[in-house]
């Protein structure tokens, strides 16, 4: 290609989002990772795009709120210029409802999700039915209809190939040029945290497992501190753990097993389902745990996205679009509380 507009170093969900949606612009675009595409905690098999609770609003929810109406545009965009599927799917998700106090909290819930998510979503009661469905004390679980889910690895191929389809470049070596934007995960946070005076971010791992059973068309769940999701190829992921103390990114060990368990325990019928897939991973978390956004704080001219933490392909949408109105136009559409600058 011609000299880059944008050189994106990281080629995982924030990397190859930003990079997208300055394709979508005209610009001309180079992503960089020497591990290749979706190398890291990107590629992982989990992908619940699950809302924070609508009640104590603030930017960051909001900013959630708005990123999670814009996925189905942003990834059937991603599809259609791929022609890769991605595995979005707008279905919902159900968590159980365990005493007095989480019914009262559900419906105080339910009454401020009707104002704070303006129509576009429901947060609602519903009576615990079906197979698919956890135990739940009261009888009574919580369904929201915002959520949605994406196979991680799946959307960062599509990504990558709507990417070069659209004349960007993926590779794994190149020239800085252009703008530079910094997506490169856990291992950027520690760099950065290496010019500082205190730490400015970390990673935390997590382990995550792919069973052989064919739920594609079914909420997700949550209980019991599990992510039950199923994917549109037939597959149903349960995840994650959280480690803030680990010693191999990538293992896999007995509090995974203590996971499946938990599932299993939950929802019956994941017991005779075939385990397909085994995964650990390492996931950016920002000492603010928000996104870390803007301008580099350690390098002049150029910028920064990290901190995906558990909500980056949630996020991924708006995140693309307010980077590359910064880096594009010089236009600062970030909420404060995601400028890099707040994580020093």
């Given at each position: 290609?011609?000299?880059?507009?944008?050189?994106?170093?990281?080629?995982?969900?924030?990397?190859?989002?930003?990079?997208?949606?300055?394709?979508?612009?005209?610009?001309?675009?180079?992503?960089?990772?020497?591990?290749?595409?979706?190398?890291?905690?990107?590629?992982?098999?989990?992908?619940?795009?699950?809302?924070?609770?609508?009640?104590?609003?603030?930017?960051?929810?909001?900013?959630?709120?708005?990123?999670?109406?814009?996925?189905?545009?942003?990834?059937?965009?991603?599809?259609?210029?791929?022609?890769?599927?991605?595995?979005?799917?707008?279905?919902?998700?159900?968590?159980?409802?365990?005493?007095?106090?989480?019914?009262?909290?559900?419906?105080?819930?339910?009454?401020?999700?009707?104002?704070?998510?303006?129509?576009?979503?429901?947060?609602?009661?519903?009576?615990?039915?079906?197979?698919?469905?956890?135990?739940?004390?009261?009888?009574?679980?919580?369904?929201?209809?915002?959520?949605?889910?994406?196979?991680?690895?799946?959307?960062?191929?599509?990504?990558?190939?709507?990417?070069?389809?659209?004349?960007?470049?993926?590779?794994?070596?190149?020239?800085?040029?252009?703008?530079?934007?910094?997506?490169?995960?856990?291992?950027?946070?520690?760099?950065?945290?290496?010019?500082?005076?205190?730490?400015?971010?970390?990673?935390?791992?997590?382990?995550?497992?792919?069973?052989?059973?064919?739920?594609?068309?079914?909420?997700?769940?949550?209980?019991?501190?599990?992510?039950?999701?199923?994917?549109?190829?037939?597959?149903?992921?349960?995840?994650?753990?959280?480690?803030?103390?680990?010693?191999?990114?990538?293992?896999?060990?007995?509090?995974?097993d203590a996971l499946h368990a938990r599932a299993v325990?939950?929802?019956?019928?994941?017991?005779?389902?075939?385990?397909?897939?085994?995964?650990?991973?390492?996931?950016?978390?920002?000492?603010?745990?928000?996104?870390?956004?803007?301008?580099?704080?350690?390098?002049?001219?150029?910028?920064?996205?990290?901190?995906?933490?558990?909500?980056?392909?949630?996020?991924?949408?708006?995140?693309?679009?307010?980077?590359?109105?910064?880096?594009?136009?010089?236009?600062?559409?970030?909420?404060?509380?995601?400028?890099?600058?707040?994580?020093?």
């Amino acid at each position: 290609m011609s000299r880059a507009e944008v050189t994106v170093l990281g080629a995982g969900a924030f990397g190859l989002s930003v990079a997208w949606a300055c394709v979508q612009r005209g610009a001309r675009v180079r992503v960089i990772d020497p591990n290749g595409v979706a190398a890291g905690a990107s590629g992982g098999i989990v992908g619940a795009l699950a809302p924070h609770t609508p009640e104590r609003w603030d930017e960051k929810k909001q900013f959630q709120l708005e990123s999670l109406l814009m996925a189905a545009q942003f990834w059937g965009e991603v599809e259609d210029a791929s022609g890769l599927p991605t595995g979005y799917a707008r279905l919902g998700r159900v968590q159980p409802v365990l005493n007095d106090r989480g019914l009262t909290l559900a419906k105080a819930r339910s009454e401020d999700a009707k104002t704070l998510w303006a129509g576009a979503a429901e947060w609602r009661l519903e009576a615990a039915a079906g197979d698919w469905c956890p135990a739940s004390p009261t009888g009574q679980v919580v369904f929201d209809s915002l959520s949605g889910r994406l196979h991680p690895k799946q959307s960062c191929l599509a990504l990558a190939a709507a990417i070069e389809a659209s004349g960007g470049e993926i590779t794994r070596s190149g020239p800085l040029e252009g703008a530079v934007v910094h997506a490169t995960g856990y291992e950027g946070l520690l760099a950065m945290s290496a010019l500082h005076s205190r730490e400015v971010g970390n990673g935390e791992k997590g382990q995550a497992m792919l069973l052989d059973y064919d739920a594609q068309k079914l909420p997700q769940l949550f209980f019991d501190g599990v992510h039950v999701v199923p994917h549109t190829d037939g597959t149903v992921a349960i995840g994650s753990t959280t480690e803030r103390y680990f010693d191999a990114p990538t293992s896999t060990d007995e509090q995974l097993d203590a996971l499946h368990a938990r599932a299993v325990a939950g929802l019956p019928l994941l017991g005779g389902a075939k385990i397909i897939a085994r995964w650990g991973g390492v996931r950016p978390r920002s000492r603010t745990r928000a996104p870390m956004l803007g301008r580099h704080p350690f390098e002049d001219g150029a910028f920064v996205v990290n901190g995906g933490f558990k909500i980056g392909f949630g996020m991924a949408p708006k995140i693309a679009h307010v980077m590359a109105d910064l880096v594009l136009d010089s236009v600062d559409n970030i909420p404060p509380d995601f400028q890099a600058t707040c994580c020093l």
